[in-house]
């Protein structure tokens, strides 16, 4: 078999063009009809905000959007992504049908299913036969299901036998999952509701600019300044969400981590710690306020470039009212010492007695939308499903039992993302030689993009399950056309931790075939006798058992709680007599989940980004989104109005760098890492610091930004450093 080995081997005659292979595919949507509207959750980011899909039989998607007001967490409110995501329902945008790499001309052609299953089951055992089980390796997506993710994770260590699996969700939001962890015990997004925030005095807001990523979200925001609250929002860049704060503090990017130490500073120096709640609730006090010691307000302000009178205000703010909330998102975790950093946001919290009480308390806004379920059921490469622990022998009984095997049969932990995409055909003993791709764009999504996708071209084999031909699947040997959100039933978990319901609100188009089919067609042919089921509800079920116990208890959610309730939050175990577990709306009011009960402090000290800027390259990269496009791009990019709102990519630079390079507005720039090159016109702002530029990461091709970005790893979470690396501008024709 020819896979292209190179980017140019793509557009050589005979190839099949990725509009081609669509067209080829595509197939009328022919009973997409739905019959009476249904309540559903929107596609996209961790909000979930509630809709509802109405028959719409002239368009395309054949459903049209309706708000659905009674949900809480949206409350009708939805942003144009939520709005146009049935568009990319329609044929012409999606695969209907299943294309495999012809050997001859090396190009993908359509196929049927069973050839398509067989090759890739015949792709996945050959590579287990040759080279051992851990050659094969697996990488899921934020974006699916709890069932689905669950049975991904289930399917890689019963079926392939392998360690290697891991998702998108390591890049999204593990940082925070591992500071709450060492702090709480337990690592849910936001401890709380987001009904809470109008009601607290405070929040402070890091590397969030959920104005653009969330907005239905900024109206919690609105309402807390309408009570008379105040909003800190801490982003290198002056943000639509920045516009909204009573104080905007923008510190060079990579130093959130000394912001936070010089404000836990202040409070001590200032008097502010709340001593009875140290005493009672919490462990580990002093040494991490010896840590933040070290770090004194004008130290501060040299590291960060946030002067003292703010650093002190922002102080004043978080201190003055009963109860002030801490919230972080990308901006302070996507780094080397991401950990660390939300480490010491958390520190804040506890010195001031602002967690573990009503309305008070750190969160964290988590991004994709099954991004927190998606790791508490196995898909992570350390966890198994309920929050257990591969490494940990009782949680691998309590699996292996409900599973029906030995526990001894069960692999360990396997490579987090970064370092699984790093293995990707490697000719060595640990290489992964094959991979199943699930839901998840690395091309464009990975750090240090190219050589990814370097990696993945070296693959003996790739599969990969979509339902659009995304920059990754155009790489694959076997395209396996998946069904999508409306066209199917499954649970996700919202940032809250509330476990919602996606309902089925349209048959998929006869070419198209769920996951959980495809896992359980795949599992049939590499010999797995026991069957994999099908049936969300079926899934779930099973799911439920094996979390029961676990720190993600979902034992006592069915799907009937979930639709009659408006999602239930775990833990909510099941009761084997009386009323049943409401849910956990909020976490920690009576004591963290450690074995003592008490919060951990973690005696963090700032340390420079793992790239710092030179002589060569002498400014600061930091990437995000923008609000008409999502993650890769690989849905949104493929609907029209979100396209023409964001057509591509830009680099945003101050007017005085502008000056400084000579460029003007529009003209192209390239800016040049260790790692590669991006191309994109010039967009100059004086909402960003002059040492620093910022790319949106949605776009493949010369404007990729993650060509240019660090995979430096933090050491606890494994997160690479998406958020800062050392660049220089140049004028794209010139160089
Ligand atoms: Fe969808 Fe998120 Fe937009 Fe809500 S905010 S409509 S969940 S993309």
Redesign the pocket.
Known sequence: MTRPTTPEARSEPGSLSADAAVDAAAAPAVDAAVDAAVDTH?P??A???GMRLAPAPATAGGVEVVERDAFPV?RGA??G??RTAPEVLARGLRLTQPLVRDPGSGALVPTDWETALDRVAAGLSGVRERHGTDAVGVFGGGGLTNEKAYALGKFTRLVLGSSQIDYNGRFCMSSAAAAGNRAFGVDRGLPFPLADIPRTGCVILVGSNLADT???ALRYFTELRENGGTLIVIDPRRTRTAEQADLHLAPRPGTDLALALGMLHLVVAEGRVDEAFVAERTSGWEEARAAAMAHWPELVERVTGVPVPRLREAVRMFCAPEAAMVLTARGPEQHSKGTDTVGAWINLCLATGRAGRPLSGYGCLTGQGNGQGGREHGQKADQLPGYRMLADQAAREHVAGVWGVDPDTLPGPGRSAYELLDALGRDTPDGVRALLLMASNPVVSAPRAAHVEERMRALDFLAVCDVVLSESARLADVVLPVTQWAEETGTMTNLEGRVILRQRALAPPPGCRGDLEVLNALAARLGWEKGFPTDPAEVFDELRRASAGGKADYSGITYRRIAEEDGVFWPCPERAEGPPHPGTPRLFLDRFATPDGRARFAPVLHRPAAEEPDAEYPLLLTTGRVLAQ?QSGAQTRRVARQNAAAPGPFVQLHPRLADRLGVTEGERLAVVSRRGRAVAPARISADIRPDTVFMPFHWPGEGRANSLTNPALDPTSRMPEFKVCAVRVERADEA
């Open positions: 929107c996209y980011c909000l979930q905000c949206n939805l942003c992504k939520g969330m907005p239905p999502y």
